[in-house]
């Protein structure tokens, strides 16, 4: 990575908001009201998948596919139930990071594979228009996630070349989107994932790994690719 930061691209579901949780209990919700009996394997690998390969694997499951929309509706309506009533909580230190880049004259932007009705619903919600320079939702390309097009596509948008950008994802299939655009990136893993993350030996341009949002903003500050901001706040 280069020693100038222009923008900084984050993923939403799992890196932004605490998604996974409810994603999961809503697709158990779905297959247990239609009888079906869905596999560990579905559960860990639908997180950063788009929503066609979600359906594709589920009509594998089932050869149903109205069983799977069905399962789908389930899951969503549960999704929107907990947003409304406050259970899909950002992820801390969002909004600080955020704001410090801001002040750093950073630009930023989101690239999820999420389709953009819910985007804007979860936007809404939380009032987040004003943080981004640039959206870019997963109906809005022709290929999605570990395809670099969402990534390429944000770069583009924001007018920023591949070394000056760093992306901010929690699974291995978003950071995959990443390393396929030549892109620096971080991992900030899901904490509410099971599953230990397991770095690719292909993933040339990963950064680092960190904990937490609070400690994307360390490693910024010590990268000396933040130049002002309260570095208290951060300690």
């Not at 670099?148 to 770069?155: M, V």
Request: glycine content about 4%; hydrophobic content about 40%; some cysteine.
């Amino acid at each position: 990575m280069t020693r100038s930061l222009e923008a900084v691209v984050f993923d939403m579901d799992g890196l932004m908001i605490d998604t996974e949780k409810t994603y999961k209990e809503g697709w158990l919700l779905g297959a247990n009201a239609l009888n079906v009996e869905l596999p560990g394997t579905f559960i860990n690998d639908a997180a950063g998948r788009s929503i066609d390969d979600n359906i594709k694997a589920l009509q594998q499951l089932t050869n149903d596919l109205s069983i799977v929309m069905s399962i789908r509706k389930i899951r969503e309506d549960y999704f929107y139930q907990n947003l409304a009533n406050g259970k899909i909580p950002l992820k801390p230190y969002l909004k600080e990071l955020i704001e410090v880049l801001k002040a750093n004259q950073i630009k930023t932007a989101v690239a999820t594979s999420s389709y953009k009705n819910r985007v804007s619903r979860v936007f809404e919600h939380y009032h987040m228009t004003s943080w981004f320079d640039v959206v870019i939702t997963g109906d809005e390309v022709a290929n999605v996630k570990p395809h670099p097009e969402l990534y390429l596509t944000a770069l583009e948008m924001l007018g920023v070349d591949h070394q000056s950008a760093l992306v901010l994802e929690d699974s291995i299939t978003g950071a995959r989107a990443a390393n396929n655009a030549k892109i620096p990136f971080i991992i900030v893993p899901d904490s509410s994932s099971e599953q230990v993350v397991e770095i690719p030996a292909d993933f040339r341009h990963i950064e680092t790994i960190v904990p937490s949002l609070e400690n994307v903003a360390h490693w910024l500050i010590e990268k000396n690719l933040l130049k002002r901001c309260n570095q208290e706040e951060y300690r």
